[in-house]
């Protein structure tokens, strides 16, 4: 079992504001991910990465950006954050072929 | 054409009664199979992967893969009201996972 960790849990910021959601795992995993899930909605993947220094941007499109420049840590960043921002954010890991785990996400509400 | 399609439900089933969801997709070349529990408001929590045609058997949770069909299925046993909630399918492609949209389960008491 991974240990995902993201903070914070909830935000409630307004507008404008300079965001980074951050996600730390322990288990030394290589891949890690950025979800978007709207209530009720599908999962939209929207940054991955292999590896340290390695991102890649997700399927759906996403005015974020994230790093990746220690293992453990993907942190993700909104420059300027806007009310269509407000969402669900999961962080997810997994090492070679194995199962991939979830952190408990953060809900952003963008005022 | 969406690489995972799911059944959205809602599918609703006694409970004590057999669960089954559906999955189906779209790269033969698939190797890696997935579900995942989301409970409202939660993240997804793995309950069964499955990476060899046949069925794979955990407690009251059965998967079953068939590549030449390019399914899977999920099948819960004794459906309990702690079991309502949206199923995800995933199937790995290269780096990453793709996800399916989800099916609803409620289990009435």
């Known amino acids: 079992e991974a240990d995902i960790y993201q903070t914070p849990r909830y935000l409630v910021i307004g507008t404008g504001k300079k965001i980074t959601l951050e996600c730390s795992q322990t288990m030394g995993h290589d891949k890690m991910y950025w979800y978007q899930q709207d209530p009720g909605m599908e999962l939209h993947l929207i940054h991955y990465s292999y590896g340290v220094n390695s991102t890649e941007k997700g399927d759906l499109s996403s005015e974020s950006t994230v790093s990746r420049i220690r293992t453990e840590h993907f942190p993700l960043t909104l420059e300027s954050a806007r009310p269509s921002h407000t969402s669900q954010y999961l962080c997810?890991?997994?090492?070679?072929?194995?199962?991939?785990?979830f952190g408990d996400g953060t809900r952003l509400s963008i005022l | 054409q969406k690489e995972v399609e799911q059944n959205s439900g809602p599918l609703s089933v006694p409970e004590g009664a057999i669960a089954s969801l559906n999955c189906t997709y779209s790269?033969?070349?698939?190797?890696?199979f997935f579900w995942y529990r989301q409970y409202s408001g939660k993240s997804p929590e793995l309950i069964m992967f499955i990476y060899s045609n046949g069925d794979k058997e955990d407690g009251r949770f059965t998967a079953q893969l068939n590549k030449a069909s390019q399914y899977v299925s999920l099948l819960i046993r004794d459906s309990q009201p702690s079991d309502s909630a949206t199923y995800l399918c995933?199937?790995?492609?290269?780096?990453?996972?793709?996800f399916g949209a989800g099916t609803t389960v409620t289990v009435r008491a």
């Open positions: 997810a890991s997994r090492q070679g072929n194995q199962p991939q785990h």
């Open positions: 790269d033969r070349g698939s190797q890696s």
């Open positions: 995933a199937v790995k492609n290269d780096y990453k996972l793709s």
